[in-house]
């Protein structure tokens, strides 16, 4: 059973740093995998989608990295601005018929002034 | 802008009553996935459609069913709402499976049951 991990839960940074944000997960067997952000009491807005066969993919100031074999994806936030506040979700689409994307409980981001 | 829209963003209804969620998209995706969020956990998949063809998670409460009478509309309904289904409903598209399959989320109903 595929489970996806995001350490830690919460983070409060000042403005202007530079972020990495981890997540793992247990089966390397995945279609992809996906970074979400969501802001309180909202839907989903994906960020970015690396496919199983790339190892990074970039947007803006964001940059999320894959190692599927060590199941392993990092999202990487470059100069952070209050505005980046909100909670970051990772999740992954598994091989093996289910369509579903299985989520890790998300990191909580706070970028202060 | 092509989007996934989720009426009514705010739904309060009573133990035990019936209720249905809505949601519809202007994408054209084959796909349409409804999730269950409660407050600080992760979104959990209740069952999606490809196309016509209804997939159900394993684990989906017998309470919980689903419509899709055209490729852009989705329903779900709860036939008789306890007090542990209250939650956040979001509604999900993608074009297809595999490796391209980005999956695309409205804003979400806030179910409140009393």
């Known amino acids: 059973k595929q489970e996806v991990t995001q350490i830690p839960a919460a983070l409060s940074v000042p403005e202007g740093e530079n972020l990495v944000l981890n997540c793992s997960f247990t089966?390397?067997?995945?279609?992809?995998l996906q970074w979400f952000r969501q802001d309180p009491g909202k839907g989903l807005t994906s960020l970015l989608l690396?496919?199983?066969?790339?190892r990074e993919q970039t947007s803006g100031r964001l940059n999320a990295s894959l190692d599927k074999s060590s199941g392993r994806s990092t999202l990487y936030i470059a100069a952070s601005q209050p505005g980046d506040s909100a909670t970051y979700l990772c999740?992954?689409?598994?091989?093996?018929?289910?369509?579903?994307?299985?989520f890790g409980k998300g990191m909580k981001l706070t970028v202060n002034p | 802008d092509a989007m996934v829209i989720q009426n009514p963003r705010y739904q309060v209804t009573q133990f035990g009553k019936p209720v249905t969620l809505s949601c519809s998209q202007t994408?054209?995706?084959?796909?349409m996935y409804w999730y269950q969020q409660k407050s600080s956990q992760a979104p959990k998949l209740l069952f999606h459609?490809?196309?016509?063809?209804?997939?159900n998670e394993a684990d989906t409460p017998d309470n919980f069913q689903s419509r899709r009478p055209n490729t852009s509309f989705c329903f779900l309904d709860i036939r008789s709402p306890g007090l542990g289904d209250a939650a956040m409903y979001l509604c999900?598209?993608?074009?297809?499976?595999?490796?391209?399959?980005?999956?695309?989320f409205g804003p979400g109903t806030r179910l409140t049951v009393l």
């Open positions: 999900a598209t993608s074009y297809g499976r595999g490796s391209y399959n980005e999956q695309f």
């Open positions: 089966d390397s067997a995945i279609y992809n």
């Open positions: 690396i496919q199983s066969s790339q």
């Open positions: 999740a992954v689409s598994t091989q093996g018929g289910s369509e579903k994307l299985v």
């Open positions: 994408l054209n995706h084959n796909v």
């Open positions: 459609y490809y196309d016509k063809d209804f997939n």
